[in-house]
């Protein structure tokens, strides 16, 4: 696919990324991507098209096989598996469909972890940056709840808050919202995607709802582990 500018001047660029699973052919066939920064893409598809494992390459949680993904300007193929994790901690935020937060630690505890695993600031800082957070995404007042007290579209809103609340350069949004109904997934997505201008962050999401993806800037399609080019959406799967 035709390329936006150099590797220098993109939050995330994939090229010629390969990449299989062990015991099973190729999942990725040498795709070619890139996201501006501020730029809010959705990457559509079939359940098993590569859409997830894209994600993953992209976040560092996976290794690609074959050619080269940079993210915030550095090489991951240059990066063991600790410099990978820091750089996720410190300019990835991810938004999971099951919103996988810690039954153990309360609300503010939870948005408060990317600020703590990277070390941002003291302990009272960072009660505050995650208090404003939580404000931001409408649940103030629920800071000192446990997860398992809320519904899910404010364990939703956590975990947004909580994706954000380090100042990421990108935003990996993998299904966001299909675990919730329909009315309610709606309000979770355009309060993503309120936060995601207000912050200027990229946004990469996968969705399988051609609705959601039509409100960004670019909707790409994943067929067998291949990024097609930009098209109209009309007539894949909802």
Do not use: W
Request: hydrophobic share 40%; with cysteine; aromatic share 2%.
């Amino acid at each position: 696919m035709e390329q936006q500018g150099s590797v220098e001047g993109v939050v995330l660029s994939l090229t010629d990324v390969a990449f299989a699973y062990p015991g099973e052919g190729e999942v990725l066939h040498g795709v070619d991507f890139e996201l501006a920064p501020g730029e809010r893409v959705a990457i559509v598809g079939e359940s098993g098209s590569g859409k997830s494992t894209l994600l993953h390459l992209a976040a560092g949680l996976e290794a690609a096989d074959r050619g080269e993904v940079h993210l915030a300007g550095e090489a991951l193929a240059g990066l063991d598996e600790a410099a990978r994790t820091r750089l996720r901690r410190a300019r990835v935020g991810i938004v999971f469909q099951s919103f996988h937060l810690i039954p153990t630690l309360t609300v503010l505890e939870n948005v408060m972890l990317p600020l703590e695993l990277a070390t941002q600031a003291d302990a009272a800082a960072r009660r505050e940056r995650a208090g404003r957070q939580l404000t931001a995404v409408g649940l103030g007042d629920k800071g000192e709840r446990y997860p398992e007290a809320l519904s899910g579209g404010e364990q939703q809103r956590v975990a947004i808050a909580r994706a954000l609340v380090h100042e990421p350069a990108l935003i990996l949004a993998d299904e966001p919202t299909g675990n919730l109904d329909s009315r309610t997934g709606e309000t979770i997505f355009g309060l993503l995607l309120e936060q995601v201008r207000a912050t200027g962050c990229s946004l990469l999401l996968v969705t399988h709802s051609n609705e959601l993806a039509g409100r960004l800037d670019r909707v790409l399609t994943m067929r067998d582990g291949v990024l097609q080019p930009p098209e109209s959406v009309e007539g894949l799967p909802a």
